[in-house]
């Protein structure tokens, strides 16, 4: 059972960043998909989820608007687009898969905002 990130960086105020979470050793089209974040000193907070059975998507106030979760069941990968990124935006990134009885996390991929 494995979850990988990539996709993280260095990027400019303004620009933008996809993130990919490759799954491997479960099923992943009945996994229900989310996105953390933890910056430095703090707490891993959720940013984002889609749920296996409808598609339906949930965002966190801070990235409504600039940030999309999105999946394709094919190829086992979750995806964060993130758009107008800011300095506040900076932290590692986690995905995390849910299913009956049982959660897993990747390893976390770094995403920094700076000039």
């Known amino acids: 059972v494995q979850l990988v990130e990539s996709g993280g960086g260095l990027v400019q105020p303004g620009g933008s960043l996809r993130l990919s979470c490759v799954a491997s050793g479960f099923t992943f089209s009945s996994a229900n998909m989310g996105w953390y974040g933890q910056a430095v000193g703090k707490e891993r907070e959720w940013v984002a989820n889609m749920y296996s059975t409808t598609g339906n998507t949930n965002y966190a106030d801070s990235v409504k608007g600039r940030f999309t979760i999105s999946r394709d069941n094919a190829k086992k990968t979750a995806y964060l687009q993130m758009n107008s990124l800011n300095p506040d935006d900076t932290a590692v990134y986690y995905c995390?898969?849910?299913?009956?009885?049982?959660?897993?996390w990747g390893q976390g991929t770094q995403v920094t905002v700076s000039s």
């Open positions: 995390r898969a849910t299913t009956v009885g049982s959660i897993k």
